[in-house]
Each structure stands twice: as structure tokens, then as C-alpha cells.
């Protein structure tokens, strides 16, 4: 087994979970932790084919390695809006859950 | 594995125009946030009247020259650098975007001022700098042929239009934005792990190379599938439309317009340009066919929940889930190998439809702004007196009505009939079963809103008086859609311009 055929089963094992969790965890911070994880997973994939990419005698293909950087900011953009929202969420409703529905009439 | 070189584009004349598009809104989101927000109305209007400037001589220019307006950013040609392309669609897409920003920029205008001598309040400096936000990002997925700049595109809008979601604060707002949020970051990581994939299989992003390259095996068909699902998240197709209508409805009328008409509309372009532009050889129709049976499903049930909403900003919004629908025909009626006249009034159908929509929604969504204004709630049972108090207020939400249920004449009306006509000639008669009942229902929610409209006030309602010029904005993004109803019912050669044979 090669580093690169392990990295890409772990990545594929990483997403497989984060999606498993995003659809039984009713909890927006879990699943909040649970797309951060399949953005782990998606990112080492990119780590992969960068490797596998490396034939003309370099360590690795820069291209991927470039948009992963770009995909890493825009995750912890994400998630630090998603945190914002939830803790303004808890502060307003006392709950941070997004199961409530529309209780309105 | 080693790609033959494609023939190389250079720069054509006026393609600098499509960096002004994308970075002018840019910097003036900078001197916003550097200026502070007392100027912000003036960089805003003034950012949004050069932006229809540029965006109507980018479309003259490729009407003129029948060919796309292409730029090569920094003279660096794929696969190392990106080019930016502005075909027939392109250059309308961002001509309508550039009106309706302009529209919902000058119906806010009062409502996010910073009037002098009070402090300065955050909300409005944030609804402005999303404003511009999200004209950037919209003409950069309207113009980018790179698929990771597409993505950072996407990106871009969906974290402008979540504090635009956001902004009138509450519980139920701040819940809807999150969900939006959580929907929207699933879907980009699905986006992002397709084109992992196809960077894995063709060693480029550019969409042009992936075209010509492109094969059906495994690795492609996985990562088309990861692409289209994380774009149907976005686009609130069904079954993800669930994050959309209380993040529509709770957001303010003028944001809540701009999120219906053009937000929803730039993952679904995406999805046009990857199915038509990049993957066309992997368009096998079967598959397509589970696409159509999506949209069929959100053009049915999307409108039988519209009909059961209790208020009407939600019936609006339910409203854009059924209209959504729609759009998805066009995957399955522009067969690969049909003739080119059916094909074609598919096509112009579908940008047909997603035009109409745009203004027609975005007029429904001020009128229904203004409703709620007027009577200080939205509740459907309680419209009571409208028509007498504003009278131009329910005339445009019945204009809009017209287009949404494809009533002659409307832009909704030639959208859905170049579709009905595509899928008869094609055999699909489920979807053209489906297209008529999507009208019918459509007429029973705005028919049943319109009754409660003109019915008399209830016993002591004070209705309020809203400003004449928010009015007219309103009817006058609703005349639109009327208008577009004038256009002759025959494929329009302009949506072709530029577009892979």
C-alpha cells in the first residue's frame, strides 16, 4: 500500500463520517464540526493528487497545494460565521438549535 | 497523463471590461469599509451605476461582434492563469443582475440612510457592503471558465447574502441564516471534492480544456455527480429547498428581492455552464431525466406549500422553490442529438424563465415589502383594504402574479411555453403535465392573495403610507416581466452567442 492509496482511503473515511455525523446530529455545532471534518477529508484528497501529480521530478504538484490553502480560509471563514450566528442564536433564544419550527401563526 | 494544446484565446477588445465588472464593486467595498458608513449610499449608487454601464456595453459589445468578449488575466493563458469569458448568456445575466441590484439599492435607500447627527448604525454599512459583495460575485460566476475561481465565486455570494439573511436580527432569522449557512457549506464541500476529482483526471480547472478532454469513466461521473449535488444545495432545489424560504422571508424586502431573483440564480448558471459547457458529452438524457424529476417535484410541491402559507412573504418564497423547479427541465429538453429548433426553444426557454423570475420575484418581494409596511404584519387573512389604500402596490404583486403563473403576456407566459413546447416535440408529456399544473396551482396562491387584497378592511385598521417612488420601483421591475412577454416566441440566437457547438 502505498502513502498515497492511504491518504486517499483516509480522506474518503474522513468524508464518510463528516457526512454520516452532518445527517444524525441534529446539533448545529455538531453539525458545524462535522463539516469541518469533511472539509479535512476533501483537503487531504487535494493533498493526494498533488503528490500523485508530482512526476516531472518535483515533490509535489503546486496547484492543489495552492487551492487548498484558498479552500482552508474559506472553511474557517465559513465556520467562523456559522459560530457568530450561533452564539447570537443562544443569546436571543436562550437554545442554539435549529430544529424549532415557525411557532408564529 | 499529457493534454494536447488547445488553440490559445487571446484578449479581445472591451474583455478588460469584465475585470472592471468584478473589481470595481470590490474597491468599493473597500472605501466603504475605509470611509466609514455616511458616504456609503453615494460609493453604493454610484458602484451600481457604472456597474449597468459596463454591464449594458458588455452586452453590446458581444451582440455586436457575435462573439464573446474573452480576457486573459494577466496575459497568462490556462492552464496557468484564468480567463474570464462573457458569452450570450453571460452578458445577460449580468445586465439583469446590474438592473435588479440598482432596483433594490434604490428601495432600501431610505431604509439603510445614516442620517447626520445620529450615530452611525452597523446594519446599514452591512447591507450596503453585501450589496457590492454581491455584485462582484455574481459577474465573477457569470464570467469566470476556471472551476476553482467559480468556487471561490460561489463562496463570495453565499457569505454576502448570509448577513443580508441575517440583518433584521431575532431568533427566527438568525436560525434561518444559519441553516442557509450550514446548507451552503455542504454543498461547497461537495463542489470542492468533484473538482479535486477532475483536477485528478485532467490536470486542469479550465473549463474549456475539460471540454474538449472530457470521457465518461469513473472518476469524471463521480466527480459531475459531487459537483451537481453540492450546486442543488445551493440552488435550493428539491429536497434541499428546506434553508429557503424562512432565510427569504425573514430577510429585509429589498434583500429578500435580490437573494430570490439573482442569489438562487448564480449556483443554477453554474450548473448550466458545467452541464452545457464542460461536461457536455456526459449528458447522458436518462440521467438528466432525475434532474427534471427533481424539478417537477419542486414545481408541485413548492407550489402546494406556497397555497398553505399563512403568511405572505413565506407564499412568495415557496413561490421561488416552485419557479426553481422550472429551470430544471432545461437538462433533460436540450437533448444532445434532437433538432436544433426544439433544442433551441428549450434553451431560451429555460434563461427565458430564469430572466422572468428574476424581475417578477424581485418586484413580488418589494410589493410584498411594502405590504407588510403598510399593515404592519403580513398575515394573508388580514389584507384587507389594500387595494383601496395602495392601490399600485397590489397592481404590481398581480403583474408579478401574471409572470409566475405564465399568463399571457409575460416573460413567465413565453418561458413556460417554449418549455411546454420543447417537451411535447420531445414526448416528455409528464413534463408538460407538470408545467401546466405548476400554472394552475401558481393562479390559485396569487389569485387567493389578490381576493384577500381587495376584500374590505377590517373594523379599526390604521393602514400607514409608504413613499410613491418605492411603489413605482416595485411595479416598474414587475413591467418587465409583462414586457418580456412581447418577445417573439422563437429561439433567441443572442443566448448561443459563444456557447460550444
Not at chain 2, 424560504?245 to 448558471?269: D, M, Q
Not at chain 2, 420575484?361 to 389584507?383: P, S
Not at chain 2, 396562491?445 to 381587495?454: D, I, Q
Not at chain 2, 418587465?480 to 412577454?485: I, Q, T
Amino acid at each position: 500500500m502505498t502513502a498515497a492509496l492511504l491518504f486517499w482511503l483516509a480522506g474518503s473515511g474522513l468524508i464518510g463520517l463528516a457526512v454520516y455525523g452532518l445527517i444524525v446530529n441534529p446539533h448545529p455545532l455538531c453539525k458545524l464540526l462535522a463539516l469541518n471534518l469533511l472539509g479535512s477529508g476533501v483537503f487531504l484528497l487535494f493533498g493526494v493528487i498533488a503528490r500523485r501529480g508530482a512526476a516531472a521530478g518535483l515533490g509535489g504538484d503546486p496547484v492543489p497545494q495552492a487551492l487548498v490553502i484558498t479552500g482552508i480560509v474559506v472553511a474557517f471563514s465559513a465556520t467562523a460565521i456559522a459560530v457568530g450566528l450561533l452564539l447570537r442564536l443562544h443569546g436571543e433564544a436562550g437554545v442554539a438549535s435549529i430544529d424549532e419550527e415557525d411557532d408564529a401563526p | 497523463m499529457p493534454l494536447e494544446a488547445l488553440p490559445v484565446t487571446d484578449s479581445t477588445a472591451g474583455g478588460a471590461l469584465l475585470v472592471l465588472a468584478i473589481v470595481m464593486p470590490a474597491v468599493a467595498l473597500v472605501a466603504l469599509l475605509g470611509l466609514g458608513g455616511r458616504g456609503a449610499r453615494t460609493i453604493v449608487a454610484a458602484a451600481l451605476l457604472v456597474q449597468l454601464l459596463v454591464a449594458a456595453r458588455v452586452a453590446l459589445l458581444v451582440a455586436g461582434t457575435q462573439a464573446p468578449l474573452v480576457y486573459v488575466v494577466g496575459g497568462f493563458h490556462p492552464p496557468l492563469g484564468i480567463t474570464l469569458r462573457a458569452d450570450g448568456i453571460s452578458a445577460l445575466m449580468m445586465v439583469v443582475s446590474a438592473v435588479i441590484l440598482a432596483a433594490a439599492a434604490a428601495f432600501a435607500w431610505k431604509d439603510f440612510a445614516q442620517p447626520r447627527g445620529k450615530p452611525e448604525a452597523r446594519l446599514s454599512l452591512i447591507f450596503w457592503s453585501a450589496l457590492l459583495a454581491m455584485t462582484s460575485a455574481l459577474n465573477l460566476l457569470f464570467t469566470s471558465t476556471d472551476l476553482f475561481n467559480l468556487y471561490v465565486g460561489l463562496e463570495l455570494l453565499t457569505f454576502a447574502a448570509i448577513p443580508v439573511v441575517a440583518i433584521k436580527g431575532g431568533a427566527e432569522t438568525v436560525r434561518a441564516a444559519l441553516r442557509y449557512l450550514l446548507f451552503a457549506v455542504f454543498g461547497s464541500m461537495l463542489y470542492l471534492l468533484g473538482i479535486v476529482l477532475i483536477y485528478g483526471a485532467y490536470g486542469t480547472l479550465a473549463t474549456a480544456e475539460i471540454a474538449a478532454h472530457v470521457t465518461p469513466n469513473a472518476a469524471t461521473l463521480a466527480a459531475a455527480g459531487f459537483v451537481t449535488v453540492g450546486l442543488l444545495a445551493k440552488t435550493a432545489l428539491f429536497p434541499f429547498h428546506l434553508w429557503l424560504p424562512p432565510a427569504h422571508a425573514g430577510a429585509p424586502a429589498a434583500g429578500s428581492a435580490v437573494l430570490s431573483a439573482l442569489v438562487v440564480k448564480g449556483s443554477l448558471f453554474l450548473l448550466m455552464r458545467l452541464w452545457f459547457d464542460t461536461f457536455p458529452t456526459l449528458r447522458a438524457p436518462d440521467d438528466m431525466q432525475l434532474l427534471a424529476l427533481l424539478g417537477a417535484l419542486a414545481v408541485i410541491i413548492g407550489s402546494i406549500t406556497a397555497l398553505r402559507q399563512q403568511r405572505l412573504k413565506l407564499l412568495v418564497a415557496y413561490s421561488t422553490v416552485a419557479q426553481i423547479g422550472y429551470m430544471f427541465f432545461v437538462f433533460t429538453l436540450v437533448p444532445t442529438d434532437a433538432g436544433d429548433v426544439i433544442a433551441g426553444t428549450a434553451w431560451t426557454g429555460a434563461w427565458l424563465q430564469v430572466v422572468a423570475h428574476a424581475f417578477a420575484k424581485a418586484g413580488m418581494f418589494l410589493a410584498a415589502g411594502l405590504v407588510a409596511e403598510i399593515l404592519g404584519h403580513d398575515r394573508i387573512r388580514e389584507l384587507g383594504g389594500l387595494s383601496a389604500k395602495a392601490p399600485l402596490v397590489v397592481l404590481a404583486f398581480a403583474i408579478s402574479g401574471l409572470s409566475l403563473m405564465g399568463l399571457p403576456p409575460s416573460g413567465g407566459f413565453s418561458a413556460k411555453f417554449m418549455l411546454l413546447v420543447a417537451a411535447l416535440a420531445e414526448g416528455h408529456w409528464l413534463w408538460a403535465i407538470v408545467i401546466i399544473a405548476g400554472g394552475v396551482l401558481a393562479g390559485a396562491y396569487v389569485f387567493g392573495v389578490l381576493s384577500r387584497m381587495m376584500a374590505a378592511p377590517a373594523a379599526g385598521v390604521e393602514l400607514a403610507t409608504v413613499g410613491r417612488g418605492r411603489q413605482l420601483i416595485a411595479l416598474g421591475l414587475a413591467l418587465v416581466a409583462l414586457l418580456m412577454g412581447l418577445l417573439p416566441l422563437s429561439p433567441i440566437a443572442f443566448l448561443t452567442i459563444g456557447r460550444l457547438p
